[in-house]
């Protein structure tokens, strides 16, 4: 009997032959609306501060972290990501600066909202890293163990600052166990009923976050690693708990960080749970694509959209990208 799906009644070139049917066909679609682009801010006026491991991406100042919102707002970006450099002297075990309603977060929160309202939202980083003189994300005792429970109060208050400034996400990237609960129950009680939560929910102890750490000032000051709190880079059932558990104590949205080293986490979380998964393609993934281009290893815009739709195609509902203003520009034509 003859086959009637085999060559040559069927050719699956046939939809590939021209742009406008390979546009017609195409099953995952990027635009500008699944991009949040982080940000970094330090102190001082009209100040750009190029990262060394981070080509193309700089530290600014609050008044042009402004102009860049606007230009976020203006290329179609939904949401930016603010993550401060904290003066040194401002640092201290406790990482009590993170809780002064001053802090470089909270006036660069403060003065997006005031130049675009509600044109675009904040998402403001809940962890005491950058705040801290020993570069963990919680407080330690005295034999250099991060304390869970200790850690969580000020979390709480951390992110009630960051709400009470303006943002419209907070995002706890600490992975302390627990905190999520303990964030949503006192935004409630606090009547911030529509400040969104967006849990790391699956973050790993990684090796790609090293420009990144340059980028908050910590990677000079970080004593030891993070791997009683951060995710084991081998474990993927686990995340799953994790995320199930964030989910339960209030997450709106779930994040999986780093991205590409674990686009299967990805399709898991969305295959699994009702919930929007989002991705950080992380510094040390973005540096790798700059280095990669540098070295002529591919063309920079095409190396930039593939590995961006890779996770479209795993099912995240949107990315955390350094490429994004690029992104959408290129994506506006």
């Known amino acids: ?21 390979r546009a017609m066909v195409r099953e995952n679609i990027l635009s500008p609306a699944d991009l949040i682009w982080p940000l970094f801010i330090v102190e001082g006026d009209n100040v750009e501060e190029p990262i060394d491991s981070l080509p193309g991406v700089s530290r600014w100042s609050i008044d042009r ?10 290329l179609g970006i939904p949401c930016v990501a603010l993550f401060p450099n904290t003066p040194n002297d401002k640092r ?21 909202k005031d130049a675009v309202g509600d044109d675009i939202g904040i998402l403001t980083d809940v962890a005491l890293d950058p705040y ?14 991060v304390e869970n429970d200790r ?20 995002a706890p990237s600490d992975m302390m166990d627990g905190r999520v609960g303990a964030i949503r129950d ?37 004593k030891g690693n993070k791997k009683t709190y951060q995710m084991d880079i081998a474990n993927g059932d686990e995340a799953m708990r994790e995320i199930a558990l964030d989910i339960a104590e209030g997450a709106d949205s779930v994040m999986v960080k780093p991205g ?13 749970f009702n919930i929007p998964v989002f991705a950080y393609q992380v510094s040390g993934e973005y540096a790798l694509v700059e280095a990669g281009a540098a070295a002529g290893v591919g063309d920079r815009d095409a190396l930039m959209m593939e590995k961006l739709i890779a996770f479209k195609r795993a099912g995240c509902s949107g990315i955390l990208t350094y490429f994004a203003a690029d992104a959408a520009r290129l994506l506006h034509g």
């Open 151 to 170: 850690t969580l109060d000020i979390l709480i208050k951390q992110a009630l600052n960051q709400a009470n400034a303006g943002a419209d996400i907070i």
């Open 186 to 222: 006192n935004l409630e009680l606090a009547h911030h009923h529509n400040v969104q939560i967006m849990a790391y929910a699956a973050k790993y102890a990684s090796a790609f976050y090293g420009p990144f750490r340059d980028a908050v000032g910590s990677s000079g000051t970080l």
């Open 65 to 74: 972290i402004v102009a860049r919102a606007k230009e976020a707002r203006d």
């Open 132 to 145: 801290t003189t020993h570069g963990q994300d919680g407080l330690v005792d005295a034999q250099g163990y």
């Open 260 to 272: 590409l080293a674990y686009l299967d986490i990805v399709y898991r979380a969305k295959t699994e």
């Open 92 to 112: 201290n075990d406790d990482g009590s600066e993170a809780l002064n309603v001053d802090n470089l977060m909270c006036r660069a929160t403060k003065a997006i």
């Open 1 to 21: 009997m003859t086959d009637l799906t085999a060559y040559p009644r069927t050719r699956l070139r046939r939809s590939r032959a021209t742009a406008w049917s």
